[in-house]
């Protein structure tokens, strides 16, 4: 979809594709769930934990950084990485509100 074409969809629809967008490679998927279960993460233990180069892993943290679904805070040389709460929130309920939508009308198309 072209960037102009944005417009003929609502704020809502363009805000649940962005969201989908950011979660929609195994990478971002590994990584949220490392940081979910870790609490937090300093950005080199991602690389052991996931595999996959460095530079590899801070284009993924940036996408996701970039959507909101996480934060970074600056120790030294490195950036600790965690789920950002309010944001994670946000996903969960227009996710579920958009699967929720759905109820089975008992016919097949």
């Excluded at 969809?9 to 971002?28: G, M």
């Excluded at 769930?33 to 991602?46: A, E, F, M, P």
Aim: glycine content about 6%.
């Amino acid at each position: 979809m072209g960037v102009t074409q944005t417009h003929l969809f609502t704020e809502e629809q363009n805000e649940l594709a962005n969201l989908a967008k950011a979660i929609a490679h195994p990478a971002r998927i590994a990584i949220l769930q490392h940081l979910v279960k870790t609490k937090s993460c300093i950005n080199g233990d991602l690389v052991l934990e996931i595999g996959l180069a460095q530079a590899t892993i801070s284009q993924h943290l940036r996408e996701l950084k970039d959507a909101g679904l996480i934060q970074g805070t600056i120790e030294g040389t490195k950036i600790n990485y965690c789920i950002h709460p309010e944001n994670w929130a946000r996903l969960k309920s227009e996710f579920s509100s958009f699967f929720e939508s759905y109820s089975a009308c008992g016919s097949t198309c």
